[in-house]
């Protein structure tokens, strides 16, 4: 799937080889709420093949793909007619031909068609099945198979259609230099509300912009900000709200956490995002039994080789009031916050009643009972503390109970998570129910620099103390960890590691991303500058939109990043990742309700100069500049936000 261009605009999505025709091949397709409405789409022209020349994507939605044909008319070795085929998500491809020919041209153009009206998850597994029967229906060609219905419409209809071939035929005249276009409309019964432009939560891509002495950081963020857009989906239960999918092609539905992640680094550019994605995960929280009442629910997702998996609707629950808590930093006005002040609430709640006799988040599910890992008790504890501050602001009770929480979290963690050595010692991934130490180092330790915005500018306290973020700080910028091109899911040095694991090596683009904003804060900026330098690297390759993961394979002086196969691209949380690595090169720490925001720089400007518009503030255009020497400065922001902490 790395090579394939890939349009989407859920609940579209239109997944074709880089020469444009669709064979059925693969995943290749036009699909709709999962469904493939058209999986062959193959073009001849005078009964010969177009020869591709380029095929590319030109936005998140829409792709290019150019031809030239060869034809009896042609006078010398210069093709005389070319083919231009746009196709989008959203189920349109226009086919346009074009002639240099300084004589008129007449030749029959083909365009062959066929699906299976399977679902992407049978596709994807090798169980699409056969190509069903077409039947001819005004004009273009239909299919139906178990209550499902697809069209395909042409304009102008075409002088034949064929049933049994699948097969719409047009006898083309060119006058010279002339042009003649096709246009395809693909529908099925099922109505397609997509997002629109409009209604999106989050700027236009030509509105957030970055510029600077590193020409790709345009294009990063312009790529991340389109492909989030792109990523969008409805909530059924109230369509007003959206919120971003995990990715495509694999993963199209709803993702808690990385929702929840997605709409955390995107807050820089608007909180309201944020907002539906709380509004819509607040709707799906428990209501008992009392020891689950106010889980948010998801998915287990595998943790590795050595790590039980992981509850996705834990890490939700968890970051729900982290997320409320920083737009409301942000600027998501105060009736909003009261809206979802009560479900922050009942997420606390469940934490409560779910803290182990020693204050630990234990893991859940079968055959990991009293196991407790490092990760989740960042997570925890980042809960805590930042849902401490907001009950307290709000005149919520609870706040110093929290706190103390929190304290006693830290206390215990510094000394049962931290495993000495020769080397300086390094945090231990997990303890096992017996207390045994999982000595394992892996980019999830990013997430204990992760800590969180509080007001005033001020960041949250993390659970390593100074000495231990030193040298997590050192291990992480070590070549164990930083392959090069980001930082890798388990250290080279580590038994099972495996560049091609999920989480057992593979780059993924989000925990680098977690590790260059949480060793700026601390003040790491040569770790994190070098994490930075080496994702931006690889988003170049390719082509500015970052794929949820890659090869943890080392960085060669003539190597390139090496796509994983499995993994989504675009992804709501790698596009997401874009965003905040940029952002985090200005260390905005805004304070909305107190009427203020402070900027923390990365002093060594690892990018030199560097200048970001389009940002939001409290609800208004933000842009900052950072200069070559790390000075930053607000150019635009709200007249009543004052700078400083």
Same mark, same amino acid.
């Given at each position: 799937m790395h090579a394939a261009v890939i349009c989407v605009a859920l609940p579209g999505l239109a997944v074709s080889p880089e020469h444009g025709q669709l064979t059925g091949r693969g995943l290749e397709g036009f699909y709709q709420h999962g469904r493939r409405l058209l999986s062959r789409c193959q073009l001849r022209v005078a009964g010969r093949e177009p020869i591709a020349v380029q095929g590319r994507s030109i936005s998140a939605d829409r792709a290019r793909f150019l031809a030239v044909v060869r034809t009896a008319a042609d006078t010398g070795p210069d093709p005389e007619v070319t083919v231009e085929r746009l196709r989008q998500a959203d189920g349109a491809e226009r086919i346009t031909l074009r002639s240099s020919s300084a004589r008129p041209l007449r030749f029959p153009v083909e365009i062959a068609l066929g699906t299976d009206l399977a679902e992407l998850g049978a596709v994807a597994a090798g169980r699409a099945g056969p190509e069903l029967p077409a039947s001819v229906h005004d004009s273009g060609m239909r299919w139906t198979a178990g209550g499902v219905r697809s069209t395909v419409s042409a304009q102008p209809p075409p002088t034949d259609a064929l049933a049994s071939a699948g097969v719409l035929r047009w006898i083309m005249e060119l006058p010279p230099g002339g042009s003649y276009t096709i246009q395809l409309t693909i529908r099925t019964d099922r109505p397609v509300r997509p997002p629109g432009r409009t209604a999106s939560p989050l700027p236009s891509p030509q509105d957030a912009r970055a510029e600077g002495d590193d020409q790709r950081v345009g294009p990063l963020l312009h790529r991340s900000v389109d492909d989030l857009r792109a990523l969008l989906i409805?909530?059924?239960?109230?369509?007003?709200?959206?919120?971003?999918?995990?990715?495509?092609?694999?993963?199209?539905? @709803?993702?808690?956490?990385?929702?929840?992640?997605?709409?955390?680094?995107?807050?820089?550019?608007?909180?309201?995002?944020?907002?539906?994605?709380?509004?819509?995960? =607040?709707?799906?929280?428990?209501?008992?039994?009392?020891?689950?009442?106010?889980?948010?629910?998801?998915?287990?997702?595998? =943790?590795?080789?050595?790590?039980?998996?992981?509850?996705?609707?834990?890490?939700?629950?968890?970051?729900?009031?982290?997320?409320?808590?920083? =737009?409301?930093?942000?600027?998501?006005?105060?009736?909003?916050?009261?809206?979802?002040?009560?479900?922050?609430?009942?997420?606390?709640?469940?934490?409560a009643a779910a803290l182990g006799e020693g204050g630990y988040l234990a893991e859940t599910g079968p055959g990991v009972a009293g196991f407790v890992r490092a990760e989740t008790q960042a997570h925890a504890h980042r809960a805590a503390v930042l849902g401490a501050e907001l009950l307290r602001e709000c005149g919520r009770p609870g706040a110093d109970e929290w706190l103390a929480r929190a304290g006693a979290l830290r206390g215990r963690f510094r000394t049962e998570f931290w495993l000495d050595d020769l080397s300086g010692g390094r945090p231990v991934a997990a303890r096992t129910a017996e207390g045994r130490p999982v000595p394992l180092l892996g980019a999830g330790a990013a997430h204990l620099l992760d800590t969180g915005l509080l007001g005033g500018g001020r960041l949250a306290p993390g659970l390593l103390d100074k000495v231990q973020t030193e040298q997590l700080a050192r291990l992480l910028g070590s070549p164990a960890?930083?392959?090069?091109?980001?930082?890798?899911?388990?250290?080279?040095?580590?038994?099972?590691?495996?560049?091609?694991?999920?989480?057992?090596?593979?780059?993924?683009?989000?925990?680098?991303?977690?590790?260059?904003?949480?060793?700026?804060?601390?003040?790491?900026?040569?770790?994190?500058?070098?994490?930075?330098?080496?994702?931006?690297?690889?988003?170049?390759?390719?082509?500015?939109?970052?794929?949820?993961?890659?090869?943890?394979?080392?960085?060669?002086?003539?190597?390139?990043? /090496?796509?994983?196969?499995?993994?989504?691209?675009?992804? =709501?949380?790698? @596009?997401?990742?874009?965003?905040?690595?940029?952002?985090?090169?200005?260390?905005?720490?805004?304070?909305?309700?107190?009427?203020? /925001?402070?900027?923390?720089?990365?002093?060594?400007?690892?990018?030199?100069?560097?200048?970001?518009?389009?940002?939001?503030?409290?609800?208004?255009?933000?842009?900052?500049?950072?200069?070559?020497?790390?000075?930053?400065? /607000?150019?635009?922001?709200?007249?009543?936000?004052?700078l400083g902490g």
């Amino acid at each position: 799937m790395h090579a394939a261009v890939i349009c989407v605009a859920l609940p579209g999505l239109a997944v074709s080889p880089e020469h444009g025709q669709l064979t059925g091949r693969g995943l290749e397709g036009f699909y709709q709420h999962g469904r493939r409405l058209l999986s062959r789409c193959q073009l001849r022209v005078a009964g010969r093949e177009p020869i591709a020349v380029q095929g590319r994507s030109i936005s998140a939605d829409r792709a290019r793909f150019l031809a030239v044909v060869r034809t009896a008319a042609d006078t010398g070795p210069d093709p005389e007619v070319t083919v231009e085929r746009l196709r989008q998500a959203d189920g349109a491809e226009r086919i346009t031909l074009r002639s240099s020919s300084a004589r008129p041209l007449r030749f029959p153009v083909e365009i062959a068609l066929g699906t299976d009206l399977a679902e992407l998850g049978a596709v994807a597994a090798g169980r699409a099945g056969p190509e069903l029967p077409a039947s001819v229906h005004d004009s273009g060609m239909r299919w139906t198979a178990g209550g499902v219905r697809s069209t395909v419409s042409a304009q102008p209809p075409p002088t034949d259609a064929l049933a049994s071939a699948g097969v719409l035929r047009w006898i083309m005249e060119l006058p010279p230099g002339g042009s003649y276009t096709i246009q395809l409309t693909i529908r099925t019964d099922r109505p397609v509300r997509p997002p629109g432009r409009t209604a999106s939560p989050l700027p236009s891509p030509q509105d957030a912009r970055a510029e600077g002495d590193d020409q790709r950081v345009g294009p990063l963020l312009h790529r991340s900000v389109d492909d989030l857009r792109a990523l969008l989906i409805r909530d059924p239960a109230r369509p007003a709200d959206l919120y971003a999918a995990a990715g495509v092609p694999w993963r199209c539905g @709803a993702a808690p956490a990385e929702a929840l992640w997605a709409a955390r680094m995107a807050l820089p550019l608007s909180t309201r995002l944020a907002a539906a994605t709380l509004r819509t995960l =607040a709707r799906t929280q428990l209501a008992g039994p009392e020891r689950e009442l106010g889980l948010i629910p998801g998915p287990y997702r595998d =943790a590795g080789p050595y790590l039980p998996p992981g509850c996705t609707g834990v890490e939700a629950t968890l970051a729900f009031p982290v997320v409320l808590a920083e =737009a409301r930093r942000w600027g998501l006005p105060e009736p909003e916050v009261a809206e979802l002040l009560p479900a922050a609430e009942r997420c606390l709640h469940w934490l409560a009643a779910a803290l182990g006799e020693g204050g630990y988040l234990a893991e859940t599910g079968p055959g990991v009972a009293g196991f407790v890992r490092a990760e989740t008790q960042a997570h925890a504890h980042r809960a805590a503390v930042l849902g401490a501050e907001l009950l307290r602001e709000c005149g919520r009770p609870g706040a110093d109970e929290w706190l103390a929480r929190a304290g006693a979290l830290r206390g215990r963690f510094r000394t049962e998570f931290w495993l000495d050595d020769l080397s300086g010692g390094r945090p231990v991934a997990a303890r096992t129910a017996e207390g045994r130490p999982v000595p394992l180092l892996g980019a999830g330790a990013a997430h204990l620099l992760d800590t969180g915005l509080l007001g005033g500018g001020r960041l949250a306290p993390g659970l390593l103390d100074k000495v231990q973020t030193e040298q997590l700080a050192r291990l992480l910028g070590s070549p164990a960890m930083d392959s090069g091109w980001g930082l890798r899911g388990l250290s080279a040095k580590e038994p099972g590691y495996n560049p091609f694991g999920h989480r057992a090596g593979a780059v993924r683009v989000h925990e680098s991303a977690i590790a260059v904003a949480g060793l700026a804060a601390a003040g790491y900026e040569k770790e994190a500058g070098a994490l930075l330098r080496g994702v931006l690297d690889a988003a170049e390759a390719f082509g500015h939109r970052l794929p949820e993961m890659y090869a943890g394979e080392q960085r060669t002086a003539d190597s390139a990043p /090496v796509p994983h196969p499995a993994a989504c691209r675009p992804a =709501a949380v790698a @596009a997401a990742s874009g965003i905040h690595l940029l952002t985090a090169l200005a260390g905005i720490r805004p304070d909305a309700p107190a009427g203020s /925001v402070a900027l923390a720089p990365v002093r060594s400007a690892p990018l030199g100069a560097i200048r970001l518009a389009g940002l939001n503030v409290a609800g208004e255009p933000f842009t900052v500049r950072i200069s070559r020497l790390g000075v930053g400065m /607000v150019e635009q922001a709200a007249a009543w936000l004052q700078l400083g902490g």
